[in-house]
């Protein structure tokens, strides 16, 4: 499909308002990090005898293995659009439902694998919770905590923030669904990074990033596969 001149100067708009966006929240993010709040937030949830939410029915059960299983079945649910006319989604293109779900497919794949790579040790494991690494921050790389590392960003956040893509495929067909979408994906999202604070699974920021990661990768996919959707979203709400 050719794209007339009007579309593509409209989708080119619409590319550079989404990229403004994710250095606007990584600008955000930066200054969350120059706050040093981490560690203090940590320790407003744990103490020398660990972590008390860590293994609470609330927050170890419903809220963490509960939470997985909802990501799931949505993610089940947007499988199933892709075949069947399903409520939601019905108005989006099945070629950008496709996108969706590979794009979800894709966040959550990467979180995990950018966790197992990377050597900062969850709260839990510092020694003034009752571990034995000490407390190095994430983005000092090649610095070791003495502990097993493994826990940055966080994974459990991804079950919300790896559904952004929802937001993409629906806001320009559905943009009263694509904002509710929005909220309840953040809302979740940050809700989940909470709950690992408390359990002392992740700092707070381990959570934000796995947002903007998901936010950035979302939107650079969305974007690099116009071509491919045949139609671009050049009708983007000028606000949320």
Same mark, same amino acid.
């Given at each position: =499909?050719?794209?007339?001149?009007?579309?593509?100067?409209?989708?080119?708009?619409?590319?550079?308002?989404?990229?403004?966006?994710?250095?606007?929240?990584?600008?955000?993010?930066?200054? !969350?990090?120059?706050?040093?709040?981490?560690?203090?937030?940590?320790?407003?949830?744990?103490?020398?005898?660990?972590?008390?939410?860590?293994?609470?029915?609330?927050?170890?059960?419903?809220?963490?293995?509960?939470?997985?299983?909802?990501?799931?079945?949505?993610?089940?649910?947007?499988?199933?659009?892709?075949?069947? $006319?399903?409520?939601?989604?019905? $108005?989006?293109?099945?070629?950008?439902?496709?996108? =969706?779900?590979?794009?979800?497919?894709?966040?959550?794949?990467?979180?995990?694998?950018?966790?197992?790579?990377?050597?900062?040790?969850?709260?839990?494991?510092?020694?003034?919770?009752?571990?034995?690494?000490?407390?190095?921050?994430? !983005?000092?790389?090649?610095?070791?905590?003495?502990?097993?590392?493994?826990?940055?960003?966080?994974?459990?956040?991804?079950?919300?923030?790896?559904?952004?893509?929802?937001?993409?495929?629906?806001?320009?067909?559905?943009?009263?669904?694509?904002? !509710?979408?929005?909220?309840?994906?953040?809302?979740?999202?940050?809700?989940?990074?909470?709950?690992?604070?408390?359990?002392?699974?992740?700092?707070?920021?381990?959570?934000? !990033?796995?947002?903007?990661?998901?936010?950035?990768?979302?939107?650079?996919?969305?974007?690099?596969?116009?071509?491919?959707?045949?139609?671009?979203?050049?009708?983007?709400?000028?606000?949320?």
């Amino acid at each position: =499909m050719a794209f007339s001149k009007f579309e593509l100067d409209a989708c080119k708009q619409a590319a550079l308002r989404d990229a403004v966006g994710v250095c606007v929240l990584l600008m955000l993010l930066m200054l !969350w990090e120059l706050s040093r709040l981490d560690l203090p937030l940590a320790r407003l949830c744990g103490s020398s005898q660990g972590f008390p939410w860590r293994n609470h029915w609330l927050t170890g059960g419903v809220l963490h293995g509960g939470a997985r299983a909802v990501a799931l079945g949505v993610l089940a649910y947007a499988v199933l659009s892709i075949r069947v $006319s399903v409520p939601v989604l019905r $108005s989006v293109s099945q070629r950008d439902r496709i996108w =969706m779900v590979g794009s979800i497919l894709l966040c959550v794949t990467l979180i995990p694998l950018l966790k197992q790579a990377s050597s900062t040790s969850c709260p839990w494991s510092l020694v003034e919770f009752g571990g034995e690494a000490q407390y190095v921050p994430h !983005w000092l790389l090649g610095y070791g905590d003495g502990g097993p590392g493994g826990c940055f960003p966080a994974g459990h956040a991804s079950s919300a923030f790896g559904f952004l893509a929802g937001w993409f495929a629906l806001r320009e067909s559905a943009p009263r669904a694509a904002r !509710w979408w929005l909220i309840l994906t953040v809302t979740i999202g940050l809700l989940l990074g909470w709950v690992q604070m408390m359990r002392g699974a992740h700092y707070l920021s381990h959570s934000l !990033w796995t947002a903007w990661i998901c936010w950035a990768v979302t939107t650079a996919s969305f974007h690099s596969t116009r071509r491919w959707r045949d139609r671009c979203s050049c009708r983007v709400p000028t606000s949320i």
